[in-house]
Structure formats: C-alpha cells, structure tokens
C-alpha cells in the first residue's frame, strides 16, 4: 500500500507540475489559494517590552497547507519575519495542526494557519517600524497540489505606550512554545514503540502527539491509556524508514536507540510543546518469559516469506532450483526428498546465522564492559534488542557490494557464459550426488542473502517487531520466515510425486535457464541502483567507472568459461586462468566501495556568476569543462588528480570549478567559444586580471604539476 501510494503522489505531483508549466506557456495563472495578513498583541511598541506579531494566512477550500513537519505527503510551510534595525526576534511559534488521512497518506495540515514571533524592542528602537511578513505554502486537496505559493504583508508599528491591541485574539496564544499547559513529561522506547508519560487533569479521553522531528510515524495509530496514579500515557509507533513516503531524515539513526523527542503534545483543549530527553531503559530481566503477541508475530512472518519467493530479487532463484527438480524428474523419491531438505536446511541455517550475529554486534557494548563469564547470560537477556535492524547490513556498501556481483555472477553462469558448476546452481549431472546435496543447502543460504533488500515491501511492520524480540524469541520468529521463505520446497519434499507434474528434461532447459539469467541480471542491475547511492554526488564520473569495471569483471568469467575447459590445451587453461584472474581483479577494484577522502577539496558547479565572484576575491579558478559521454574527461578525473596535485592547487588558493556540459546548456557554449574550443574535455586556468590559459586535452599530474607551476608564480599561499 506504501509502494502504491508513494506512485501515486508522484504522478500526481508530477501532473500537478506540468500543468503548472503548461499554464504558465499559455499564458494561464495558476489560482491564487492563500492570503495573508498580520496583527500585532500591541497597539504601539515600548522599548525594553516584549510583545508578539502574528501572521495569519487563509486558504481557499478545499485547498490546505502543512505543518513544518507536513507528514506523508506536501512541502512544509515556512514563514519569516523581518525587522528593522533596533529589534529582537525569537520564534517563529506554530499553531497546532490537524490530522489529516487522505487517499494519498497522512500529513500534519492547516486550512487556516497561524504563526507568531515574539519581538523585543531595544531602547534605540525606533519611532516607528514597518515589519514584514512572508509566507511560502505548498497547497493541496485529496486531487492533487498546486506549485509553492509565496505571500508578503507588511505590519507599520510607531513607538507608544504598549496598549494592548484589541483585535489580538484567543488564536494568537494557541501556539505551540506559547500558552502551553504546564504538566510533566516523560519518555522512554522499547524497540519501535515509544510511551510517553504526562500527567495532565481527570477526564482526558483523547491525546496526540505531533512529531516535529520525524522520529514517529504518523500513520500509525496512537493509543492513550490512563494510570493509576492519575498520569497518562500515549503509546507512539517509531518511524522505521519502511515508508516510502516518510523516510527518516538522517538515516544513521535506523536501528538505533532515539535520544530525544521533539513535537507538541495535544490532549484535550489543551498543548504542550515537547522535547524531551529519554529515560534509561528498564533494566534487563533475568529470565526470558514468552512475549504477548509472539503467535501472531511469527504467522505474519510466515506469509511474509512466503510471499517473498515471488520477489524479484528471490524469483530467479527459484528457476535454478526449480531446474533441479526438473532434473531429478526421473530419479527417484528419495533423492528428491534430500535435495529438498538440504535446500530448507540451508535457508534455516542462514538465518540462524543471521540472529546469533544480530544478537552478538547488538551487545557489543555491553560485552566490553562485562567479564567473559558474564557473556552468556548478557546474550541470553539480549539488552541490545532495541537497536537492531534488519537492514542495517544492507547500509554497508561492501555487503550491497558483494551481493550485486553475486547476483552478476550467477546470472553470466545460467546464461551459458560459464559454468559455476552443479554444487553451487543445483542444477546438472552433480545434482544426483553428495556434491549436489552441498549445492542445494548453499543454494537455500543463498536465497536467504539476496531476500534481505527485498523484505520491506511486506515485511515492514512485522521485522521490526522481531527485532526488537529478546535474542531467544527473535531468533524464533526468524525461524518462521524461513519457513515460508522454504515452505514450497517442503511441500516438493514431502510430495515428491508432484514433480512430475514438471515438464520433463529437454532442450527448451537450456532456453529457459537463458531466460531466467536476465531476472539476475535484472536484480542485479537493480542492487547496483542501491549501490551507487552510496557515492557522493561529487563523484561525477561513479557510475561510468563502476559499469565499465562490471564489463571488465564480467569480461573475466567469459574467458574464464571459453579457454579454461577440461579438453583445452594445459598451457590454454593456465593462459585462461591468469588473464581470468587479471580481469575480475581489475573489475572488483575499479567497482570497490568509494572511499570518501575528507582532504580533498570540493569542485564547485560552475557559473559565470560564481567565477567573476572567485576572480573578484583575487583567486585563480580552475574549470573542468566535462561531459559524462566524454571518455577522455573521465580518463583524466581518475588519473591526473593526485594528492599532490589538489596540494598544489590548495597551497595557491585555486577555486575547483566544474562545467558539466552532459546537457546542452548556452552558457558553457559561450565560455568555451571564448577560449577557442568547441568540444570537451577543455580544461583552462583563470587568473585575475589576466586572460586564461587552456591545458592539454590528455592530463597526467606531472603535466599538471608543471602546468601549474608555470602559471602561478608569484601567486601568494592561502590559507
């Protein structure tokens, strides 16, 4: 539903904004959906005494705007206050949002808004002052949004005896930070569910809490339960990052323990601004006693396996084992049965695997501060269980990494480039052997890895229960995923007689297996998406230089399954094997991991503006006129910026600047014209005062060393 939702609010967001530009080629306006006004808590100001303005704006049903944290779906309103010389300003202060649940999510939302600064005139104030007011929204309605819209109103104020204002009304002081209801608070989380304690007067039947961090989900059902001692408690579900629509915003926090809540608690008529600090966690229990709920937990993520053996990233899998089924066809029952059952087995062990180290990294802090006699109990009470995460491992590019040439790989073997052989595919003549038993068991360890990034889609609520289990109970939830995850294999093994129901071996195998290679490939292609996500936008050049290091690693296995046969020459298959070796080598470490070095300076997007900026400050700049289609650009990214190179640019104060001409864009065109060149890659030094100076197309760091060396005598270090 997620997926769904966040497709749809894309096409509508995206329809929303063509028309928008198709209007403005039209000639059409768009309506205007806001106004604007503004109010003062004054008649006239006093210096030395505070006082407050307001901005009010209205929008036009059916249309509504959105809190500074807007939820699922919208832009937050912002708002700003501008004052003369002579004035303090503290705020901006919120009115309290609605929930609104439309078609398209949940979102924290205003049909009339209100915002409030508090103002503390200085005693050289002046006599009079005109504040302005500016408010920026995005509007939307259950159909679609309109474009930001931004308003401005002016409020003139003269200096007088501070009456109060008669038009100031009750709405003015329902804003979060001011006029809130005195009461205690207090926070503690237990995996992803946060109570949050307050007390508040008798009666109190309704409570929510708006989170202005991110950190709760605001989709999720809040549930209000009043103690004996006359405090409530509002039971929060914490933001998992399993919503499309509403990812956390610093994805370093997923899967660890929150250390402050911030938002405004609403109960009954009344609010109070929140930002707390959590409480301790209970202390750990020495027994580990049957979890409420754990029946239902382990049934949802039964089907939840289930179903994940019709993902993309699991499906293709299945064709391999499904082929060896095919192959045993005409074997007997026996072999059948233990092939399956070496196949669950492995799925099983993966995931047992899985937990013991969830459990063991999960308390490492708690390990380094214990005795190694203690280590066992530490483990079996599991204090670390609120910090897990499923998908914390698919946060480490080298395990994305390792996935996606898995997943390469197996997919260059089923389409016939070469043959990892029957111990590994489970498909071939080593299926009717011991060797084929060890190729189903690793076959179902494999499926457990590559079903790992496909989880969230139907398992986003019920992991993150699991894995906030005790380490016992955790693991045996997992255990029930597995089952589904297997659960068609140990039908096949305990009915074997359904296997002839398969079509039986022939040359249409070989086709199939070709066919079902692009599913790799296409999962493949898919975790090389989420790979790359991982290098920093810096680094223009990623996604040429890790496809060309793929080609190169792929490359490899071709030879491999061309020169390295059993009937080749021995000096072929040694020949084969070396140059083999060479290219997946190349390949893997032309694809590895960026590593982010920090002492490298930054390339700043070029602009005629930005470049006369650097001039007029009397620093040289240096512009990489580039394209991503330009081989040789990219050659010389990767080859002739050394360290040395940046420290000789850094020691003259040069400015990085980088001219990607990927896209047709005018004003590169006319740069490069001035400079006499009319294709990439130019590279040219501009020095104040001076005509710039072009390089050679071909740059090494010797030649830029000296180059540079050349050009900027004279020129003073800067720091």
Known sequence: MNILRSLVLSLLLCCGQSLAQFDGMMGFEAPETMSVNAAASVQSYQ???????????????????????????????????TAPAGFTISGPYWQIPHRHEGVLGVAYTYEHAVVVWEVTPAADAPAQADFTLTATAQTCSDEGCNAPETKTTTLAMTAGAAADASTWGGEEKKVEGLGDTPTSISATQQGNSVSLSFTAEPGITSAYFFSADNSISPTAQQSLTANADGSY?????????????????????????????????VFGDKHCAVNTTFAPPAPVATTVGLPEGLGTLCLSLFIGGLILNLMPCVFPVIGLKVMSFVQMGGGSRRKVFAHSLSFVLGVLVSFWIISVLMIVFSNMGTLAEVPWTDW?????NDAGSSTRSWAVWMQNPWI?????????????????????????????????????????????????????????????????AAMALPGVWMTVALTFMALGLSFPYIVLGLFPSLVRLLPQPGEWMESLKQGLSFLLFAAAAWMLDVYLAFWPESESAATMWVNMSLVVFSAGFWVYGRWCLPFRPLSSRITGYILALVLVGAG????????????KPEWIVWSPEAMEEALDEESPVFVDFTAKWCATCQANKKIAYTDEVYAAMNKAGVVLMRADKTKPDKAIDEAMRQLNRSSVPVNALYLPGK???????????????????????????KE
Not at 51 to 80: C, I, Q, S
Not at 414 to 419: P, W
């Open 47 to 81: 210096p030395g005494k505070p006082f407050y303005v307001a901005l009010k704006a209205d929008f036009t049903a059916p249309w509504h705007a959105y809190w500074r944290n807007p939820g699922t779906v919208g832009e937050a309103m912002t708002a700003e206050l």
């Open 233 to 265: 408690t509002l039971v929060l579900t914490r933001n998992d990052n399993s919503d499309p629509m509403y990812p956390v915003k610093n994805e370093a926090v997923v899967g660890q323990s929150l250390s402050t809540l911030e938002g405004v608690l």
């Open 376 to 380: 066992f109990s530490t483990l079996w």
């Open 400 to 464: 994305v990494y390792a996935i996606m040439l898995l997943l390469l790989v197996l997919g260059l073997s089923m389409f016939g480039v070469f043959e990892i052989g029957a111990g590994i595919t489970g498909a071939g003549q080593g299926v009717q052997n011991k060797e084929g038993l060890t190729g189903s068991f690793f076959q179902g360890f494999f499926v457990t890895v590559v079903a790992t990034p496909c989880s969230a889609p139907f398992l986003g609520a019920a992991l993150p």
């Open 588 to 599: 893997f470490w032309g694809a590895r991991p960026f590593e982010h070095d920090d002492s």
């Open 691 to 717: 005509d710039p100076v072009v390089t050679a197309e071909l740059l090494t760091p010797d030649y830029l060393l000296n180059f540079l060396k050349e050009n900027l005598q004279g020129t003073e270090e």
